[in-house]
């Protein structure tokens, strides 16, 4: 309840005023505390809520409080003449509420609990010191567990046991006055100093604190956040939410194992090194992780690892890790992930991630084959841009070389992206191709402007996709409607034809010869042409970037266990052939959307030979990799790990001594796997997917497939 009483003067009396104090010098009087204000009151039978509101009227300023917390109806009987605010309200509330001034405002809260220190002792060997003590609820005398107790100058803490013990061990030369502070959430703090007669030093440690306060602790209710900090921490956060160091180094083993104990979170450090994992409050220099970094504020100017980097501020400078990272506040610089980049703010630089990337606001570049953003002023690269204030358009099109194309362009009319896939569909001029794009469009007027297109596509023309197309376009839009548009104009091409001769069946582009005892003289050919494209759009916009049910922290950690099949074609072999694959995979979710993966199966490629004979080589795939939802059901993905062939390669051996020629040997096939995909996971268990394998980097062992598959959740 506020109550509201302002007094004001007519406009010339108020000029009068002012010109009377000029003349004789008269000072305006400093303001006065409003509890050393005095007025008269007399209050008969009335109402609380009326007593204080004609309190806050004669006082001129307002009351705060919670309507449960006083009882309103009650009445009350008092009079008070020429006395202090101060003292009507300990007459009237009989010290019950604690009453802070903030500007003009009395704020009344329920008064807190005081904590107390009892038993406390303290030892000293070889400038090794210890201390211990109870800590005790002052009131009720409970021994109070899960307080902390700390020196803030030594950065040394710890917190009681369930019988409200504590121990705490610090190593100083010159201590000076140690202060034993005794915070715990709901109370108020206390404190003790042990006085020591040693020399002082000159040097001052204040300027190593900062009293940033952080009491929303958004780190640790992240589910990355969580699951990487302990309860102790946890709860250290909340007992000292506005306490934080600065330090030059520190060393961690994991979150709790750490140079800096349990005081880790408190302490922004220049150079910070955790061999498996850390959580700090901050780096303000270089931070590397053997696997993932936590910082509880801001990171500057170089922070890596392995696998994670999660920070609870601002990011300033680079930011790289193997598979996410993730900024709860704003991103100004670069940010490089092999799967997930994420500033819940802005985005003042680059975001370039493998699979996906997410912005508030985009005032950069993001590269990666999903990007999202509420707004943006730059941009962004992908399959797919999900632009708040962008669009997204469908066309259907046919050019003097395809005659049925499909593209999707995605991004906002500044800079937007292309997906392009078409298929010349004729019985003895087949050609398939698929590719992508980059656009920006001139604007004139709201119904017509002109789009400058360039666009890389790889061609299947009988050579698998080994063809390379280059075009430029210049396209009319006339906008219909809304929703549907004419689009038209010239394109500018360059061809070039990997194979040495023409495929019967497929179209001629660059018109090679037919197979002939010379066809190798004709290899890359080459075509450049002017050409033509026209077709209708279909238009919209995104109402809005992001499910708002996805803005809110997701902290779920199920398990689930599944197994699935999947067939496709192999992309990189001359003579085609089908790939048949299975596997068991588990999943994890791990919070905000995203879902570990781990996998076991069993792939077979039926190959051609240059005989027509197949062959049917096969892989046990082990992989690792995550998922984002960027929808209730629809995820995309991508995955790494190893492929183990159950089938010999030859390799040439040239140094085997005592043969003059290469030795041809043969030896297990070994080597990396990779993929990508897009999907749904339904709610009923059922997945669906397509997606991109790649089984060796330098091999012909590469597929296009669909994915169907059933999981189930483990546990409740």
């Known amino acids: 309840m506020i109550i509201t009483a302002t007094k004001f003067l007519p406009p010339r009396q108020l000029l009068l005023l002012l010109m009377v104090m000029l003349l004789f010098g008269i000072r305006p009087a400093q303001a006065q505390s409003i509890l050393n204000r005095r007025i008269s009151i007399q209050f008969d039978h009335a109402r609380l809520a009326d007593a204080l509101r004609d309190i806050g009227k004669k006082g001129e300023f307002y009351f705060s409080y919670n309507g449960r917390l006083l009882s309103q109806d009650s009445l009350i009987t008092m009079s008070a003449d020429n006395q202090t605010i101060s003292d009507i309200l300990v007459t009237l509330f009989h010290g019950k509420y604690d009453i802070e001034e903030r500007n003009n405002y009395l ?32 009131r009720t005398g409970e021994r109070l567990m899960n307080a902390s107790v700390y020196i803030k100058e030594q950065l040394a803490s710890a917190l009681t046991d369930e019988h409200g013990y504590f121990k705490l061990k610090f190593r100083a030369d010159h201590p000076g006055q140690i202060s034993l502070t005794a915070s715990k959430l709901a109370y108020r703090d206390t404190s003790i100093n042990f006085l020591q007669a040693v020399s002082i030093n000159s040097r001052s440690q204040s300027g190593n604190y900062d009293n940033a306060v952080n009491k929303s602790n958004r780190v640790e209710r992240t589910a990355m956040g969580h699951l990487f900090s302990s309860a102790k921490q946890r709860i250290q956060s909340l007992n000292i939410p506005d306490f934080f160091a600065k330090r030059p180094f520190q060393v961690s083993l994991t979150p709790g194992l750490s140079s800096h104990g349990m005081f880790s979170p408190q302490v922004v450090n220049k150079f910070s090194l955790n061999l498996i994992g850390g959580y700090t409050a901050g780096v303000n220099g270089f931070e590397f992780g053997g696997l ?26 680079i930011q790289a890790a193997g598979v996410h990272n993730r900024a709860l506040d704003t991103v100004r610089g670069l940010q490089v992930a092999g799967f997930i980049n994420k500033a819940e703010s802005e985005v003042e630089g680059m975001q370039v991630a493998g699979l996906h990337n997410e912005a508030g606001k985009l005032k950069g570049l993001q590269i990666g084959l999903v990007n999202r953003a509420d707004t943006s002023k730059g941009a962004s690269i992908g399959l797919v841009n999900i632009i708040g204030n962008g669009f997204y358009k469908v066309t259907l099109s046919s050019n003097d070389l395809v005659n049925t194309n499909v593209s999707l362009k995605t991004g906002t009319h500044a800079f937007y992206s292309t997906v392009y896939i078409g298929s010349n569909i004729s019985p003895n001029s087949k050609l398939h191709y698929f590719g992508l794009g ?70 001629n582009v660059t018109h090679i010869p037919e197979p002939s005892n010379n066809n190798y003289l004709y290899e890359h050919q080459v075509k450049k042409w002017v050409g033509w494209e026209a077709g209708v759009a279909f238009n919209s916009v995104f109402s809005k970037a992001f499910d708002p049910a996805l803005k809110a922290h997701d902290n ?59 062959n049917y080589l096969k892989f046990i795939p082990v992989k690792a990799g995550i998922r984002l939802y960027t929808g209730k059901t629809f995820f995309i993905g991508g995955e790494v790990g190893a492929a183990f062939g159950l089938f010999d390669e ?9 043969s003059s020629d290469p030795v041809v040997i043969n030896k297990p096939y070994r080597s990396l796997t990779y993929g990508v995909s897009a999907g749904f996971s339904f709610h009923s268990g059922l997945e669906t997917s397509f997606k991109f394998e790649d089984y060796g980097l330098q091999s012909y062992y590469k597929q296009f497939a669909l994915r169907l598959g059933y999981r189930f959740k483990l546990g409740k």
């Open 107 to 138: 704020i009344i809260t329920q008064p807190l609990p005081t904590l107390s220190l009892l038993n406390t002792d303290i030892t000293n060997d070889n400038n090794t010191y210890s201390i211990s003590g109870l800590v005790i609820d002052e």
């Open 292 to 317: 993932f970094n936590i910082n509880k504020m801001d990171s500057k100017y170089m922070q890596l690892a392995g696998v994670f980097n999660l920070v609870g501020g601002t990011v300033t400078g």
């Open 438 to 507: 980059l656009g920006h469009d001139f604007m004139l007027s709201q119904w017509i402007y002109f789009s400058t297109e360039t666009a890389y596509q790889f061609v299947h023309a009988g050579s698998s996709f080994d063809d390379r197309w280059l075009q430029g376009k210049l396209l009319l839009n006339i906008q219909l409607s809304k929703s549907i548009s004419l689009v038209g104009g010239p394109t500018f091409n360059h061809y070039n034809h990997s194979g040495s001769f023409h495929i019967a069946g497929f179209k």
């Open 556 to 614: 779920s950690s199920s398990w689930y266990l599944g197994a699935s099949a999947g067939a496709g074609i192999i992309w990189d072999d001359p003579f085609g052939g089908a790939v048949y694959s299975g596997e068991i995979f588990t999943h994890r979710d791990l919070g905000e959307h995203i879902t570990g993966t781990f996998s076991v199966g069993y792939t077979s490629f039926s190959e051609n030979d240059y005989t027509y004979k197949s």
């Open 650 to 658: 030859p390799y040439s051996n040239p140094y085997i001594s005592g």
